[in-house]
């Protein structure tokens, strides 16, 4: 069962942009509104780490490295969270994942994105 499904990478040159998207096919409108949704990302030999997140009164936070670039916004009637990524830089090379925060659903699959000349 499909709790949440991230679309949305590809490969970029350094410096491009991309959307990604999450949506939360099983919650309901009155479930997925309230929640804190955060965006997480994994590097090759990384820990997992929280870049984005948005509360249910659309306060954003952002991790340092990724603050000024990234943008994470949400459409609770679509039940979708999105995140642009704006002059990406090769580190910014994850495996990108959207959950609650804390992180309380199970894992999708996550959407690769790929910064590389």
């Known amino acids: 069962q499909v709790h949440l499904v991230e679309s949305g990478g590809g490969l970029v040159q350094p410096g491009g942009s991309l959307r990604l998207s999450c949506v939360a096919p099983?919650?309901?409108?009155?479930?997925?509104?309230?929640?804190?949704m955060g965006w997480y990302r994994q590097a090759p030999g990384k820990e997992r780490e929280l870049v984005a997140r948005i509360d249910s009164n659309r306060m954003t936070d952002y991790a340092e490295s990724v603050k000024g670039r990234f943008t994470v916004s949400r459409d609770n009637s679509r039940k979708t969270v999105y995140l642009q990524l704006n002059s990406l830089k090769p580190e910014d090379t994850a495996v990108y994942f959207c959950?609650?925060?804390?992180?309380?659903?199970?894992w999708g699959q996550g959407t690769q994105v790929m910064v590389s000349s």
């Open positions: 959950n609650t925060v804390p992180a309380e659903r199970p």
């Open positions: 099983r919650m309901i409108f009155s479930v997925f509104s309230p929640l804190s």
